[in-house]
């Protein structure tokens, strides 16, 4: 008399957590104010440093502002900067997640047909090795020269090659003993690929938009360089460098800089929410 073979739902489970694994304890406080220590203390000497150089060799304001000095324009014209830095995050946000939705669902197609992998890959692989710069006037002429949804599309496309060669790449990690586990429950394609190959693209999906967050705030204010209003973060630093005013223009950087980092936080966070499992592991390609 032989066993009853297991419900699908069951073989999902069963599968899902050789995929997944046991969680892992998270590091302590103090364990993370150790581990940003010395990169908390390199960026203060870095600082002090440019300040110190700044000072003693009396370099020119017009040629290289100090620490200080932009951090005053930085206060001094806050609240203009804050508004081109609202109206480019629009950009940088919209461009995001068109560049992601866009990149999980052509890597997972391409994941699924290998005659399409074969053929997208190689594809893939050079378009991402276009310059931005030799995308962004042909974007704002496509989507409008004073439009946000060119620079939306200049992020976006930023976005698309790392998401979706990642998520092509979890995809196909998935662990073969998971595999053949579900192959002997009879489990469908679907159960697969939702129990054991998803939760194995998830550390990849998620390194993927680490960089993408900071690629699109790089792409969307690059956009507008070549043509947009100057309520936007892009030509306030190109009008004010004309001026030779770098101490506002610097402070427009910081603002593209917070933005950029600020993104990258938000996604660290929400992928230990998410996939707390998957946020310490290590070894998935950007």
Do not use: H
Not at 101 to 117: C, D, E, W
Not at 128 to 137: E, K, L, T
Not at 181 to 200: G, H, K, W
């Amino acid at each position: 008399m032989t066993a009853a073979a297991p419900s699908g739902a069951s073989a999902a489970s069963a599968a899902g957590t050789v995929a997944a694994g046991a969680v892992l304890r998270g590091p302590t406080f103090g364990e993370r104010v150790r581990e940003w220590l010395p990169a908390a203390v390199l960026f203060v000497g870095a600082l002090a440093a440019w300040e110190v150089i700044v000072r003693v060799f009396q370099i020119k304001q017009f040629i290289l502002p100090s620490p200080v000095a932009i951090a005053t324009a930085w206060w001094t014209y806050l609240p203009e900067l804050s508004s081109a830095a609202a109206y480019t995050l629009v950009e940088v946000v919209g461009g995001l997640l068109i560049g992601v939705t866009a990149g999980i669902l052509a890597g997972a197609v391409t994941a699924r047909y290998a005659a399409v992998r074969e053929a997208a890959l190689p594809f893939a692989v050079a378009a991402n090795s276009i310059p931005i710069v030799a995308f962004a006037p042909i974007f704002n002429i496509w989507f409008g020269l004073d439009t946000q949804v060119s620079k939306m599309m200049i992020a976006a496309v930023l976005c698309f090659f790392p998401v979706m060669i990642n998520t092509v790449r979890g995809l196909l990690s998935a662990p073969a003993p998971a595999l053949e586990l579900m192959r002997s429950y009879a489990a469908s394609d679907r159960e697969t690929f939702l129990r054991v190959r998803v939760p194995s693209a998830v550390p990849y999906v998620f390194t993927a938009l680490r960089v993408s967050a900071t690629l699109a705030t790089i792409g969307a204010v690059i956009g507008e360089y070549f043509g947009a209003p100057k309520v936007s973060l892009g030509q306030y630093i190109v009008t004010y460098s004309s001026y030779l005013n770098f101490e506002r223009s610097w402070g427009a950087i910081v603002f593209a800089a917070a933005m950029g980092i600020g993104l990258y936080v938000l996604v660290v966070l929400v992928e230990r929410l998410v996939a707390p499992w998957a946020a310490d592991r290590s070894g998935a390609p950007a």
